[in-house]
């Protein structure tokens, strides 16, 4: 069975930093693109990071860039999310995200959900 399932989120003050984990299982996640995405309450998920399968390629939403790095453990079967610098606005529920292939921005074309992981950063 595969399961992702995300964990480090919390409360936070405004500048503050989280580190985001998701733990992959059920099958050899080291080939497939990762990625985080987030959605804040009444919005649509939107993308946040994703890393591809050898993790040496990595790209970022226009909102997290300078901020966030993403990136994922040698068996390839963690990514982590570290958040620095966070702001009211990057309050969400935090999904980890799986695909075949190439990570892409596209919510529609990831395989594999975990449960999320609220983040809150209080102003």
């Known amino acids: 069975q595969v399961q992702l399932v995300e964990s480090g989120g919390g409360l936070v003050q405004a500048g503050g930093s989280l580190r985001l984990s998701c733990a992959a299982s059920g099958r050899t996640f080291s080939t497939y693109a990762m990625a985080w995405f987030r959605q804040p309450i009444g919005k649509e998920r939107m993308f946040v990071a994703a890393i591809s399968s050898s993790g040496g390629t990595t790209g970022y939403g226009d909102a997290v860039k300078g901020r966030f790095s993403i990136s994922r453990d040698k068996t390839g079967n963690t990514v982590y999310l570290q958040m620095n610098s966070l702001k009211p606005e990057d309050t969400a529920v935090y999904y980890c995200?799986?695909?075949?292939?190439?990570?892409?921005?596209?919510?529609?074309?990831?395989?594999?959900w975990g449960q999320g992981t609220q983040v809150t950063v209080s102003s």
């Open positions: 995200a799986a695909r075949s292939g190439r990570w892409t921005y596209d919510v529609r074309q990831y395989d594999y």
